[in-house]
């Protein structure tokens, strides 16, 4: 069995193609194992896992937690909410609390840029980045790209837009980095105040126009409206953001072919798309979330029980 060794998963950044094919080949394992009655291996059998979680999460958390489980670690979640972080202490703190108790592998979301990056350089155990402010999220982008290689078979020339929100969205950079890495084409397409300038340097295309975008693309993964991160005057309104922007059935129809529609949740029903096209026939949303749970055993496997093979 083919293995490739990293210590802490922070970002999608200068991953290369290698590391990236193994864990989506790794996740492919896993998503057998997740078919069978009972789902659970023992390849983390003794390895204790702590999710961080400073910032709220429903789906990221449960499914690192299921992951976790169905490899038979033993898991710790700690949420700020209720904790001490409320009487002043900090990350850092927490953190080597929590590796004093003999804690292999971390966990964390936080809304700072770098947590995870700080944390790894200070701490032993091995980092995993589920999420940090507007910077990355590598699990997400992950699982997005096995979600299309098992819908379209390839990822290499696929043409992929994602749609919305780019500037606040560490989904859409993650994307990014991950997909030019496996040869994919990246289109971006938003409002112009929600695509930061510095993305055109990432070798992605940039457009406000969706019609023309829908035409080109295979592939639409739609971002969230981050409502909690607007500032001012960034979009006029949310019906104005709707009729430019949001998926609906009739701009889909116009396209007039398949086009897979991903969304990474939760998700603006009504804003960045329509419920007719969530929950419609090209739609792989809740297979994605299908494929996180794989994605994340993948990650975790290969950093902390890389050794063992899949029994
Ligand atoms: C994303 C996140 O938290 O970055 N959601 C997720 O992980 N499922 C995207 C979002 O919040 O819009």
Request: glycine content about 8%; overall charge neutral.
């Amino acid at each position: 069995m083919r293995q490739v060794r990293f210590n802490h998963l922070l970002g999608l950044a200068g991953v290369s193609r290698e590391v990236i094919t193994e864990i989506l080949d790794s996740a492919e394992a896993f998503l057998e194992v997740l078919e069978r009655p009972i789902p659970r291996v023992p390849s983390l059998r003794g390895v204790t896992v702590a999710n961080l979680f400073f910032e709220p999460s429903t789906r990221t958390r449960i499914s690192f937690e299921l992951a976790e489980k169905r490899l038979s670690a033993d898991v710790v979640n700690f949420s700020s909410i209720g904790s001490s972080m409320s009487k002043g202490e900090t990350i850092l703190d927490t953190a080597r609390n929590i590796e004093a108790m003999k804690v292999d592998v971390v966990v964390i979301r936080h809304s700072a840029q770098g947590a995870p990056h700080f944390l790894a350089e200070r701490i032993n155990a091995a980092v995993i980045n589920a999420g940090d402010g507007t910077h990355e999220h590598p699990t997400q982008a992950l699982l997005d790209m096995l979600t299309l290689r098992h819908q379209v078979g390839r990822l290499e020339g696929l043409k992929v837009l994602i749609l919305g929100d780019i500037l606040h969205s560490r989904v859409a950079r993650s994307n990014i980095w991950g997909l030019r890495t496996m040869g994919a084409e990246v289109t971006l397409c938003g409002p112009a105040t929600l695509i930061p300038r510095e993305v055109e340097s990432l070798g992605v295309n940039v457009t406000h126009n969706l019609d023309e975008a829908l035409a080109w693309c295979e592939v639409v993964n739609v971002l969230r409206l981050q409502l909690e991160r607007q500032r001012e005057g960034l979009i006029p309104s949310l019906r104005e953001y709707q009729r430019s922007f949001g998926l609906t059935r009739e701009r889909m129809e116009r396209a007039g072919r398949e086009i897979v529609v991903m969304h990474p949740g939760p998700i603006n029903r009504g804003i960045e798309i329509d419920s007719d096209v969530a929950d419609g026939p090209y739609s792989v949303i809740l297979r994605q979330v299908t494929f996180g749970v794989a994605v994340r055993m993948a990650v975790l496997y290969l950093i902390a029980g890389g050794e063992r093979v899949i029994e």
